[in-house]
């Protein structure tokens, strides 16, 4: 059974830090596309960072240069680190997989309906 489980989320002041986590189960990370989403109240679920099986990786306009996704296939893990959050990062947080490697390239700019693999989501709260 595929099964993610996020961890990670919290309360945090505007310029904080956060490392959101994301483990996998049933399959291997190696094989799949990853993106991580996040959901604000009243807005459309939006990606903000991906991953590919082979590695690449990509990050939405609002979040390049102060988030990093990374993975660690030993751990079968995925990583969302965040640094200088501000409170327009308040979201839901969620990853999610899919095996077919294209996959990647419905994450930025894309509401992730093409991952087949969900987890149940991390709440990230940033305070002004």
């Known amino acids: 059974e595929v099964q993610l489980v996020e961890s990670g989320g919290g309360l945090v002041q505007a310029g904080g830090s956060l490392r959101l986590s994301c483990a996998a189960s049933?399959?291997?990370?190696?094989?799949?596309?990853i993106g991580w989403f996040r959901q604000a109240p009243g807005k459309e679920r939006e990606g903000v960072s991906c991953?590919?099986?082979?590695?690449?990786?990509s990050y939405a306009d609002s979040v390049k240069g102060r988030f990093t996704v990374s993975s660690d296939n030993a751990k079968n893990t995925v990583y969302l680190q965040m640094n200088n959050l501000k409170p327009e990062d308040t979201a839901v947080y969620y990853c999610?997989?899919?095996?077919?490697?294209?996959?990647?390239?419905?994450?930025?700019?894309?509401?992730?309906?093409?991952?087949?693999?969900w987890g149940q989501g991390t709440q990230v709260t940033v305070s002004s």
């Open positions: 991953i590919s099986s082979d590695g690449n990786t």
């Open positions: 999610a997989a899919d095996g077919v490697a294209l996959t990647y390239y419905y994450c930025l700019g894309h509401p992730g309906n093409e991952f087949d693999y």
């Open positions: 049933g399959f291997s990370f190696d094989d799949y596309a």
